[in-house]
């Protein structure tokens, strides 16, 4: 079993910059696959970002491609995700979420991760 922690959320200007950061605890994080999920107001979540076991691969939504970064450090129990010219669209709140059993990190539903964070709000202001 793992727990996760989003923290780095706030309020930013068009075309600035946040990192996410999402602390797991637990013994065998590094067989967990990790997303970054997203969810607006009156929208479904949807998938931002997904990162492998190791490290890499790595697989983004066209929405953020270019323009996000996720990374993990396994020795630190921690997944990142470094959003860069963000825009007022990209306003929402940031949930990590993690799973034991994927078999690839293509794996875009939020039904298909068993763990989940309690998200941190971005938001971006025009």
């Known amino acids: 079993q793992v727990q996760l922690v989003e923290s780095g959320g706030g309020l930013v200007q068009a075309g600035g910059s946040l990192k996410l950061s999402c602390a797991a605890s637990g013994p065998i994080f590094n067989k967990y696959i990790v997303a970054w999920f997203r969810q607006a107001p009156g929208k479904e979540r949807e998938f931002v970002s997904s990162?492998?076991?190791?490290?890499?691969?790595?697989y983004y939504a066209d929405s953020v491609d270019g323009r996000f970064t996720i990374s993990r450090d396994n020795s630190k129990n921690m997944v990142y995700l470094q959003m860069r010219s963000l825009k007022p669209e990209d306003t929402a709140v940031y949930y990590c979420?993690?799973?034991?059993?994927?078999?690839?990190?293509?794996?875009?539903?939020?039904?298909?991760?068993?763990?989940w964070g309690q998200g941190t709000q971005v938001t971006v202001s025009s």
């Open positions: 990162i492998s076991r190791v490290g890499g691969p790595t």
């Open positions: 979420a993690a799973d034991l059993y994927l078999n690839t990190i293509i794996s875009l539903r939020s039904t298909q991760y068993a763990y």
